[in-house]
């Protein structure tokens, strides 16, 4: 029963440690997103500022590192840590370089690590699954702009699947949202709007019409965006 105890106090403290960490850690992937999307939109000088920022907050927290995790977490962290350090390395670079473009890169390299650290330490929330809407998104783009060469509805299967995986990830956020977030206007602009789009684009797939579904790719693509923004 005392080693019972004890494992269970220990696993508690190891959760407080991530909780501790990942709450600390806010500020900082704010700035991230934040400049993501700006170097996304060509933003070098901006996107500039927030990644300063955000490696005056990486430094603080590599410091400050051993009063987060428990010893069980404690290699992982500091791996972490160092290999962020190094990205942002990477990402100043390539903002002084003008290259927005590796800049994006790398800056969605760390941001993903982090979401992976937080799955692996039981901290999954609204905005992991948010972070992963972007692939699903991707492969839409891939179907979508394939069936945009040679519109049809028997070439329509690649999109309506994609699609169809696009929704289920956007429904499966919006059931993660907290009662706050989900009651939220802005949210529920957002998330409804695009899995209205997400369904719309495969019925004008179905239907050949190739304008209609370039239209609501386009829709979409700023539906993901801008989710991934204000609750990535």
Same mark, same amino acid.
């Given at each position: 029963?005392?080693?019972?105890? *004890?494992?269970?106090?220990?696993?508690?403290?190891?959760?407080?440690?991530?909780?501790? !960490?990942?709450?600390?850690?806010?500020?900082?992937?704010?700035?991230?997103?934040?400049?993501?999307? %700006?170097?996304?939109?060509?933003?070098?000088?901006?996107? #500039?500022?927030?990644?300063?920022?955000?490696?005056?907050? *990486?430094?603080?927290?590599? +410091?400050?590192?051993?009063?987060?995790?428990?010893?069980? +977490?404690?290699?992982?962290?500091?791996?972490?840590?160092?290999?962020?350090?190094? &990205?942002?390395?990477?990402?100043?670079?390539?903002?002084?370089?003008?290259?927005?473009? /590796?800049?994006?890169?790398?800056?969605?390299?760390?941001?993903?690590?982090?979401?992976?650290?937080?799955?692996?330490?039981?901290?999954?929330?609204?905005?992991? @699954?948010?972070?992963?809407?972007?692939?699903?998104? #991707?492969?839409?783009? =891939?179907?979508?702009?394939? !069936?945009?060469?040679?519109?049809?509805?028997?070439?329509?299967?690649?999109?309506?699947?994609?699609?169809?995986?696009?929704?289920? &990830?956007?429904? &499966? @956020?919006?059931? *993660?949202?907290?009662?706050?977030?989900?009651?939220?206007?802005?949210?529920?602009?957002?998330?409804?709007?695009? =899995?209205?789009?997400?369904?719309?684009?495969?019925?004008? /797939?179905?239907?050949?019409?190739?304008?209609?579904?370039?239209?609501?790719?386009?829709?979409?693509?700023? %539906?993901?965006?801008?989710?991934?923004?204000?609750?990535?």
């Amino acid at each position: 029963m005392a080693l019972l105890a *004890w494992s269970t106090l220990a696993l508690g403290a190891e959760s407080d440690g991530a909780k501790d !960490f990942a709450s600390a850690m806010e500020p900082v992937m704010a700035n991230l997103r934040t400049a993501a999307s %700006y170097a996304r939109t060509g933003n070098i000088a901006l996107a #500039q500022m927030e990644t300063e920022e955000a490696v005056t907050a *990486w430094k603080r927290l590599e +410091t400050n590192a051993s009063s987060f995790p428990s010893p069980h +977490t404690a290699a992982p962290m500091t791996e972490f840590l160092s290999r962020g350090a190094e &990205r942002l390395g990477a990402v100043a670079h390539a903002l002084d370089s003008g290259d927005n473009v /590796a800049a994006g890169r790398e800056l969605q390299l760390l941001r993903q690590s982090f979401h992976q650290l937080r799955r692996q330490s039981g901290l999954y929330d609204l905005g992991d @699954c948010v972070f992963e809407i972007a692939p699903a998104m #991707q492969e839409l783009r =891939i179907a979508a702009t394939r !069936f945009g060469e040679q519109p049809a509805p028997a070439r329509a299967g690649d999109t309506v699947a994609a699609a169809g995986v696009l929704r289920d &990830r956007l429904q &499966r @956020c919006n059931d *993660w949202a907290r009662a706050d977030i989900a009651e939220r206007s802005e949210f529920r602009r957002l998330i409804d709007g695009a =899995i209205a789009s997400s369904s719309e684009i495969a019925h004008a /797939a179905m239907a050949g019409d190739g304008p209609l579904v370039h239209r609501y790719l386009i829709e979409l693509q700023s %539906y993901a965006q801008l989710l991934d923004f204000r609750f990535g």
